[in-house]
């Protein structure tokens, strides 16, 4: 029984922590842990990989790119999985680019929603729509 108890508040912490994470609102650590002290400093956490990553993209591009399909999602979740695996810490030895786009000249200290945005940008000043950014991708191996 305690064992079910305990993979239940583990899965639940999860869930909370990636939809919290998906909105935005930092969460303290504490408030998943029973055996913090109340009073003691903690440090709050942000939790992105690259499911969390995918599912602000996705709500991100619905909310400001309605007219995108589902070829433009799959095309950009190519692109961005050959450039950085989706990976908001990704950073390329040779040149500038950094994060889940591999935008060029980002700071590695860039939060995650905001590198989304910076390269859904950067590809729609250069290219117009995801596929568009991916057909160059795959003649040249960058976008």
């Known amino acids: 029984m305690h064992q079910h108890i305990a993979k239940y508040i583990s899965v639940g912490s999860t869930?909370?922590?990636?939809?919290a994470s998906l909105i935005g609102l930092p969460i303290k650590a504490a408030a998943l842990h029973?055996?913090?002290?109340?009073?003691?400093e903690v440090k709050t956490v942000h939790i992105w990989n690259k499911f969390t990553l995918k599912a602000y993209t996705r709500a991100?591009?619905?909310?400001?790119?309605?007219?995108?399909?589902?070829?433009?999602?799959?095309?950009?979740?190519k692109l961005w999985?050959?450039?950085?695996?989706?990976?908001?810490?990704?950073d390329n030895p040779n040149s500038s680019a950094y994060g889940v786009a591999?935008?060029?000249?980002?700071?590695?200290?860039?939060?995650?929603?905001?590198?989304?945005?910076?390269?859904?940008?950067?590809?729609?000043?250069?290219?117009?729509?995801?596929?568009?950014?991916?057909?160059h991708w795959r003649k040249h191996g960058w976008y």
Not at 34 to 40: A, I, L, S
Not at 81 to 90: F, I, T
Not at 109 to 125: C, F
């Open 15 to 19: 869930i909370i922590l990636t939809i």
């Open 34 to 40: 029973p055996k913090v002290e109340p009073n003691k």
């Open 60 to 77: 991100y591009i619905h909310e400001n790119y309605p007219s995108w399909g589902r070829g433009e999602w799959v095309a950009l979740t």
């Open 81 to 90: 999985g050959k450039e950085s695996g989706w990976d908001h810490l990704a």
């Open 102 to 135: 591999q935008v060029l000249n980002t700071d590695p200290q860039t939060p995650a929603p905001r590198q989304v945005e910076r390269g859904l940008s950067y590809i729609v000043h250069k290219y117009d729509k995801p596929s568009v950014a991916w057909s």
